[in-house]
């Protein structure tokens, strides 16, 4: 069934694989049937950053963005799942074509440019799941808002977010938005991440519970860099590193037709 189906949307552009494919399942979710595909998952349980998981494998950001199928997705027995990454503003993101498959390296070149309907959508989505799970979410800044005002964003996506996330990523990482990953260096990392735990410590008062945030962070740094961040998050008291985002290198797929289109691999 999987090699039909995949035969059947592998037909399609990208993108609009991609759609069609989640809202299938949430088609096969809302008529009970989605179960029949999904094999039954052992409890691996693991704790991490003070969370209880029940399995080590989730699904990671990027791909529901808007928590639009929270529920689909949650019943194939992921251990949690992040939904994101969303910006206090909705955004297009790109322009199409930004979705490219290398099929042959089983692989996929995207620049997608963080398209999501914003902060106020993704939270009614969440507001209305049966999804009892362990649920990430990820925030980003906005493409228009320059890097020295990026904090406002940050913020404003952690405060809106916190009542409802497990945990919290903040995106630093992502090759698709211009400028984003100066944020990981320097006196901009350092700046940003002070910004970020007090955000985080206000909401703690405020709510009453501690909801833990880590950092995504890009593959392409050199040493130094990978030390400099480390050190920064030691410092100000991150609670996780998520590693990695997806790369701009092109070393494991030299040669492919769409090697030089831009965006993270």
Known sequence: ???????LLFRLPAEQAHNVALNGLDLAHRLGVLSA???????LPVNVMGLDFPNPVG???????????????GALGFGFIEVGTVTPLAQPGNPKPRMFRLLEHQAIINRMGFNNEGLDHLLARVDQRR?????????????DTPNDQSESDYRKGISAVYSRAD????????PNTPGLRDLQFGDSLKGL?????DEQFQCEKEHGRY?????????DMDDDGIRFVASALRETGLDGVIATNTT???DAVAGHAHADEAGGL
């Open 131 to 143: 999804y009892k799970g362990v649920l990430g979410i990820n925030v980003g800044k906005n493409k």
């Open 248 to 250: 701009i290198s092109r």
């Open 59 to 73: 699904l990671a950001a990027g791909l529901d963005k808007n928590a639009d199928h929270l529920d689909a997705l």
């Open 167 to 174: 945990y919290i990523t903040v995106n630093v990482s992502s």
């Open 193 to 197: 991440l002070e910004a970020i735990k």
């Open 211 to 219: 909801v833990p945030v880590a950092v995504k962070i890009a593959p």
């Open 37 to 43: 595909f999904s094999p039954k998952i052992d409890s």
């Open 1 to 7: 069934m999987y090699g039909v189906i995949r035969n």
